[in-house]
């Protein structure tokens, strides 16, 4: 190491690496030795993940099924004021406003994620914004009581505002803690709590169960269990690259580590000397401006494709199909409430399809299955707008239909759903990765807010042919995607950014 990156260590630091290369056994740095997920590693991410990830995305979908339900309940509120009966265009404006406000408070939460990681950790930072998902829950119960669809409206802002700093405080968490040759699965981790999250709440909301005008109230309300169970997180450790790189406190690094690994000191050993290294490199660089990642190739490039890959995962029409589900299901042929069960169902298909990314990410690699993922994508998407533009005429048509959407929910699942959250950590170091994240997370909500605005004019003008719109973009993602994208698997941060300064292109390989 050069005696200028010596001088950003504290005293504390330098002793405490003294003492440790003492019990570093000879020849070890010639060994690198894989980690496993421990039962008390395991533990403290599932925790993690259920009081996060699964609450993203049982708090954005919680009105999924019971929509009509809470678009009566708006009604009645407006007869009730006004005397008089609420237009559907007056409801369709009140609807679509209580929709977007969730994209739009993502946009925010995600601009303050990265802020609060550096500066509460990554724990504390997801325990502390269990505040705001307990004051969003006890708006959205009273709603019912207080006869108010704009207590409905402020939840639903707050829910996004909320769920926007999970996704960009999880990832980090998720990436920080696992051994490098298992933070590809424990990445996904966050993408399959989410979609379990949208399967459980739908199941809740069918009209048999919480889906109906008077038990909707506790349905929102169980989003306190998670928030609840949340909590028990506070007996695990910090992060520990956030204790090293970010608090300087090799110490607790230390012994956060050994209560991962099960006291493994080959390995504990062996991720310190990593973090020591990367910490020696950013030496130089110790803290990264939001300037810097305009002015320095180091961290321009990486960001433009993290940003391209957020916004290919919202522009890629997964929203038009889960838009179409429904739909799609009637003109199969199923009709009372098969449809909806058959919205279900993918929900579950998309479940088993994101474990199998989680069981072969650190595999395959980040690259290809992201590249596949949007090829199958693009593939689906032009047989989803042909079936359905032709299938008046030629009625079994609708049955590949149903099966264009089960594979394009497959192919979303296997790639673009879980891979963006994955490898936008994996770009950047611990010097720029907190206000990197913080940037991803906002431009893939903007993107969000911007499909939900506009689909539902899309939708209007052009119908089935919004899918052939999709087509074209995942064609021009798909060859991004091809051409810039290198492969992160198992490659520290350095390696990484030596890539990008050598090359843009990575095609056909960036091994």
Sequence with gaps: MSNKADLFKSDYT??????????????????????????YLLISLLIAAFGSAFQFGFSIAVFNTPSSIIKSFYKSVYNERNGEEMSNSTLDTYWSITNGLVPFGGMIGGMFSGFTADLLGRKYGLLSVNVIVLISTILNVLSKFVKSFETIMTSRFLTGFYCGLFSGLLPLYLAECPPKNLRGSVGTLN???????ILVVNILGLPDLLGTSDRWPILVGLSIVPALAHLALIIFPESPKYLYMKKNNPVEAEK??????????????????????????LAHNPHATWSDFWTQTRLRKPLF?????????????????????????????????????????????????????????????????????????????????????????????????VLSAVFYIIFF?????????????????????????????FVNWLSNFTVTVSFPFIESAIGDYSFIVFGVLLIFFSIFMLLFVP?????????????????????????
């Design 14 to 39: 330098k002793q405490f690496e003294l003492e440790r290369i003492e019990t570093i056994p000879t020849g070890y740095e010639r060994q690198p030795r894989k980690g496993v997920l421990t039962n």
């Design 191 to 197: 993408q399959l709590s989410i979609v379990i999250g």
């Design 256 to 281: 956060a580590l050994l209560n991962f690994h099960n006291h493994d000191r080959l390995l504990v050993d062996q991720e310190l000397e990593e973090l020591k290294d990367e910490k020696s490199i």
């Design 305 to 401: 494709v993290a940003l391209i890959i957020q916004i290919s995962q919202q522009l890629s029409g997964i929203n038009a199909v889960i838009f179409y589900s429904t739909d799609i299901f009637v003109k199969a042929g199923l009709d009372g409430d098969w449809p909806i069960y058959g919205t279900i169902i993918l929900g579950a298909v998309q479940i088993l399809m994101t474990f199998v990314c989680m069981v072969i990410v650190d595999r395959a690699g980040r690259r290809i299955l992201l590249l596949s993922g949007m090829i199958g994508m693009c593939i689906s998407s032009f047989m989803l707008a042909l079936t359905r533009i032709f299938s008046e005429k030629i009625e079994w048509l609708n049955y590949m239909t």
């Design 413 to 441: 699942s296997i790639g673009p759903g879980a891979i963006p959250w994955l490898i936008t950590g994996e770009l950047f170091g611990s010097d720029s990765r907190g206000k990197a994240t913080s940037i991803s997370v």
């Design 487 to 511: 492969e992160t698997k198992h490659k520290p941060i350095e390696e990484i950014n030596d890539l990008f300064k050598r090359k843009t292109i990575f095609f056909p390989s960036s091994n």
